[in-house]
């Protein structure tokens, strides 16, 4: 784009570890290339009110370690609406804003999407989600650091687990997607894992039942993801069918989302961030910045939120192996 004089840059949706990470390196190459930052704060909704301001390569000194989003991030029902996106665009074009880059997941892209066909706006979107669950890129920012907090998290309750002999139902975030279950189960070295992507949670659990899952152990744990009722729906369950377990509940919650990203999501986040610029240097618009085999890859916004990410289902039968 030989007009690209100022980008714009915003956090969108569930904050992520790393996502300040994503933020610097887009201002700081931006700003390398000769191109003016301006940071849009709480997403699109601040897209709207207006609160967006020229960011400095001082604006993101010493943010590279923090959790959050420093520009804060919303949900925002009014930029679903045509004239909320109206809003937005003459926003934009007031503050001579050229191009957008915005940091988020699937909604946050989803309404990227529609904007950018609206208005034929130039947008780069950088991952950043938790849930891994965008298609097209092998990670997300974010994803790494939740799974670390995630086993961090199971290897403390397995010592309790351990000394009361008990079984452990813990859930984890991904409503729609189970790779924070299965992934944090497999090392975790928990029992088991119940995953969006099959929906008989309660019957993976009671065919481990039935095989004695406990015979050869004196605790168990089973990493369930907060889809439909989450573990709490689950335990009511098992509680009904099998009094004779010692069943306990734990929801890990929002700390999944929070802390200091992982090395990782630092470099990841960064190698991202670097890429939304190139990709606006050279004039793409209305993709998604991804990682595949380690390579920088670019998907159109159609294909990472068209569909279901798929799991790898070897990761099932490897779990199921490793947890006898």
Same mark, same amino acid.
């Given at each position: ?50 609160? $967006?301001?020229? #960011? ?11 959790? %959050? ?9 009014? #930029? ?10 003459? @926003? ?13 997941? @699937? ?7 529609? #904007? ?18 965008? @298609?097209?890129?092998?990670?997300? $920012? ?7 907090? $995630? ?27 189970? #790779? ?5 189960? $497999? ?13 008989? %949670? ?8 039935? @095989? ?34 010692n069943l306990h509940v734990t929801v890990l919650g929002h700390i999944q989302r929070g802390g200091s990203p992982s090395a990782y999501d630092r470099i990841l986040a960064t190698r991202f961030g670097a890429a939304a610029i190139e990709a606006l240097l050279d004039g793409q618009r209305n993709v998604m910045v991804g990682i595949d085999n380690d390579e920088i890859v670019y998907v159109p916004f159609n294909k990472a939120i068209k569909s279901e990410k798929k799991l790898d289902s070897n990761l099932l039968s490897i779990l199921a192996m490793a947890s006898i």
């Amino acid at each position: 784009m030989s007009q690209l004089k100022c980008i714009g840059v915003l956090t969108s949706g569930g904050d992520a570890p790393g996502m300040n990470a994503a933020l610097r390196a887009v201002t700081r190459c931006a700003i390398y290339n000769g191109i003016e930052v301006k940071a849009i704060y709480r997403g699109y909704k601040g897209l709207i009110s207006g609160e $967006i301001i020229p #960011f400095k390569t001082q604006n993101v000194s010493n943010i590279i370690q923090q959790g %959050g989003t420093i520009i804060k991030t919303a949900r925002c029902a009014e #930029f679903a609406t045509k004239e909320g996106r109206q809003i937005a665009y003459d @926003n934009l074009k007031k503050e001579n804003i050229d191009a957008l880059v915005v940091i988020g997941g @699937n909604g946050t892209f989803t309404g990227a999407r529609i #904007f950018a066909q609206e208005y034929n706006f130039p947008i780069v979107g950088v991952p950043g989600t938790i849930d891994n669950d965008l @298609n097209g890129t092998d990670s997300t $920012i974010g994803y790494d650091t939740a799974l670390n907090t $995630i086993i961090d998290a199971v290897d403390k309750i397995r010592d309790t687990a351990s000394s009361h002999e008990r079984l452990f139902l813990i859930e984890v975030m991904g409503r729609d997607a189970g #790779f924070l279950a299965l992934n944090g189960a $497999i090392a975790s070295g928990a029992e088991a894992a119940v995953i969006p992507e099959i929906k008989t %949670g309660v019957n993976q659990l009671e065919q481990l039942i039935q @095989n004695g899952f406990r015979k050869s152990k004196n605790s168990s744990i089973v990493l369930v993801s907060e889809s439909e009722g989450g573990a709490m729906a689950i335990a009511e369950k098992l509680r009904k069918e099998h009094p004779e377990y010692n069943l306990h509940v734990t929801v890990l919650g929002h700390i999944q989302r929070g802390g200091s990203p992982s090395a990782y999501d630092r470099i990841l986040a960064t190698r991202f961030g670097a890429a939304a610029i190139e990709a606006l240097l050279d004039g793409q618009r209305n993709v998604m910045v991804g990682i595949d085999n380690d390579e920088i890859v670019y998907v159109p916004f159609n294909k990472a939120i068209k569909s279901e990410k798929k799991l790898d289902s070897n990761l099932l039968s490897i779990l199921a192996m490793a947890s006898i």
